[in-house]
């Protein structure tokens, strides 16, 4: 499975982005659960937004929550983040997850930068 994220850019604090993960492959179809991690500078890659496969339950880390939104449509294969109200300390490296239904393999994409300035 691959996975391809678009949508970074550079935005003043309050303005907002749309990220999307679009995945493929001959497994595309067994993609389940997807997420969206961050990654400052000097720091760890930290989950901010997930949602299952089946249920379609999604959480969201808490300095994200009520400014994000994470939707999936997977008759195009396509996760997206809706970021709102961006601030400063959302800068980071944006990356796509998956885990497929066996639970046994786990897919990365390459990143999406957002760099937010106040």
């Known amino acids: 499975v691959q996975l391809a994220e678009s949508g970074g850019g550079s935005v003043e604090a309050g303005g907002s982005l749309r990220l999307s993960c679009t995945w493929s492959g001959s497994a595309a179809d067994s993609v389940d659960a997807m997420g969206w991690y961050r990654q400052a500078p000097d720091l760890q890659r930290d989950l901010i937004a997930a949602?299952?496969?089946?249920?379609?339950?999604?959480n969201y880390e808490d300095s994200v929550r009520g400014r994000f939104i994470l939707s999936r449509d997977n008759s195009k294969n396509t996760l997206y983040l809706q970021m709102n109200n961006l601030r400063p300390q959302d800068t980071g490296r944006y990356y796509c997850?998956?885990?497929?239904?066996?639970?046994?393999?786990?897919?990365w994409g390459q990143g999406t930068q957002v760099t937010v300035s106040s």
């Open positions: 949602i299952s496969g089946r249920s379609g339950w999604i």
């Open positions: 997850n998956a885990i497929d239904s066996t639970a046994q393999n786990e897919y």
